[in-house]
């Protein structure tokens, strides 16, 4: 059993920063592929980002593209997201996930453990 908390979210103006941070308690940090998806109001879930086991190999939504970075410590059991000029439109609750499949990054299917979110809100 995995737990995932984050923090990290808040209010920030357009052009701004904020950065994510997932705690995960449990054995085996780095056997899991750790993604980051976000859901805004009225809207369905979406992938943002996935990084595999070692950190060689990420993936990042169209949208967030050249914006955020993802980035795991192994030793501190700790996935990060580095957002940078953020937008209203980037306006979410953001989540952590942990995935044991190393198929399907972006499908949040895939994901078997998610924490409880971080809101992130981005003023115009």
């Known amino acids: 059993q995995v737990q995932l908390v984050e923090s990290g979210g808040g209010l920030v103006e357009a052009g701004g920063s904020l950065r994510l941070s997932c705690a995960a308690s449990?054995?085996?940090?780095?056997?899991?592929?750790m993604g980051w998806f976000r859901q805004a109001p009225g809207k369905e879930r979406e992938f943002v980002a996935a990084?595999?086991?070692?950190?060689?190999?990420?993936y990042y939504a169209d949208s967030v593209e050249g914006r955020f970075t993802i980035s795991r410590d192994n030793a501190k059991n700790t996935v990060y997201l580095q957002m940078d000029s953020l937008n209203p439109e980037d306006t979410a609750l953001y989540y952590c996930?942990?995935?044991?499949?190393?198929?399907?990054?972006?499908?949040?299917?895939?994901?078997?453990?998610w924490g409880q979110g971080t809101q992130v809100t981005v003023s115009s």
């Open positions: 990084i595999y086991w070692n950190g060689r190999f990420s």
């Open positions: 996930a942990a995935s044991d499949d190393r198929y399907g990054p972006r499908d949040p299917q895939r994901y078997k453990y």
């Open positions: 449990g054995p085996t940090f780095s056997n899991y592929v």
